[in-house]
C-alpha cells in the first residue's frame, strides 16, 4: 500500500525556516518525480515544487523560488522541503505527492506563519 | 504561472449529470495534455479523478469523464451521488516543469 507521511509543520516567525519531510513506503521512491502543494486556511490547490526520482532535476512555482530548496534521500525513502524566509502568506497545509499525476497524497502538514 | 480558472459552485440533483469547466490558457491547458482532476471532501487529501485530460485511474467511478476543447478542459459527473459533493480542483502543466491548479470548484448534490 503505497502511504506518504509529512511531517515537520509547526509555527514559525515570518523570517523564520522550517524542514517539512515526506516519508515514502510501499513503492520503489527511487523511481517517481515528488511534487509539494500547498493549500493556504480555506483556499485552492497551489503547486509549490517538483524534484524528479535521482534528484537531479527540480523545479519551484515563482512565490517560492530562492526561499524554498526540495530535497530527497532515496536511501532513507524521504523527500523533504527547506523552507527558509518565510512569509505570513506561507501560512497553510503542505502536502507531498507522488508522480507527475500526483496520484497519492500525504495528509498534509500544518505550517503557521505569524 | 496564473491560477486556472475554474466556477466557484456547480450543482446537480441525484442522478442529473453536471460539468465543471477549467480554463486556461494556450500557454498551458491549450498547449498539454496533461489536464488532472482531484476531488477534496473537507479535511481530507486531495484524491485524484483524472490525468492526462481523459484518463480514469483504477478505483474511480466511469461515471467521471473528462475532455479538453482548446484552452478549456471539463469534468463531467453523470448519476450524481451523494458522495460526489467536495471540491474538485484542476491542473495542468504549464511548461518548464511548472504546474498550476485551477481555483477549485464547490459541486453540491441538492
Redo the contacts between chains.
Keep these: 500500500e503505497v502511504q506518504l507521511v509529512e511531517s515537520g509543520g509547526g509555527s514559525v516567525q515570518p523570517g523564520g525556516s522550517l524542514r517539512l519531510s515526506c516519508a515514502a513506503s510501499g513503492f520503489t521512491f527511487s523511481t517517481y518525480w515528488m ?1 509539494w ?1 500547498r493549500q493556504a486556511p480555506g483556499k ?4 509549490v515544487s ?1 524534484m524528479n526520482g535521482d534528484g537531479t ?1 527540480t ?5 517560492v523560488r530562492g526561499r524554498f530548496t526540495i530535497s530527497r534521500d532515496n536511501a532513507k525513502r524521504t523527500l523533504y522541503l527547506q523552507m527558509n524566509g518565510l512569509r505570513d502568506e506561507d501560512t497553510a497545509v503542505y ?1 507531498c ?1 507522488r508522480s ?9 502538514t500544518l505550517v503557521t506563519v505569524s | 504561472q496564473s491560477a486556472l480558472t475554474q466556477p466557484p459552485s456547480a450543482s446537480g440533483s441525484p442522478g442529473q449529470s453536471v460539468t465543471i469547466s477549467c480554463t486556461g490558457t494556450s500557454s498551458d491547458v491549450g498547449a498539454y495534455n496533461y489536464v488532472c482532476w482531484y476531488q477534496q471532501h473537507p479535511g481530507k487529501a486531495p484524491k485524484l479523478m483524472m490525468y492526462e485530460v481523459t484518463k480514469r485511474p483504477s478505483g474511480v467511478p466511469d461515471r467521471f469523464s473528462g475532455s479538453k476543447s482548446g484552452n478549456t478542459a471539463s469534468l463531467t459527473v453523470s448519476g450524481l451521488q451523494a458522495e460526489d459533493e467536495a471540491d474538485y480542483y484542476c491542473s495542468s502543466y504549464a511548461g518548464s516543469g511548472t504546474y498550476v491548479f485551477g481555483g477549485g470548484t464547490k459541486l453540491t448534490v441538492l
Design positions: 511534487h502543494v485552492g490547490l497551489v503547486w517538483r532535476t523545479t519551484y512555482a515563482d512565490s502536502y505527492a507527475d499525476w500526483r496520484d497519492y497524497w500525504g495528509q498534509g
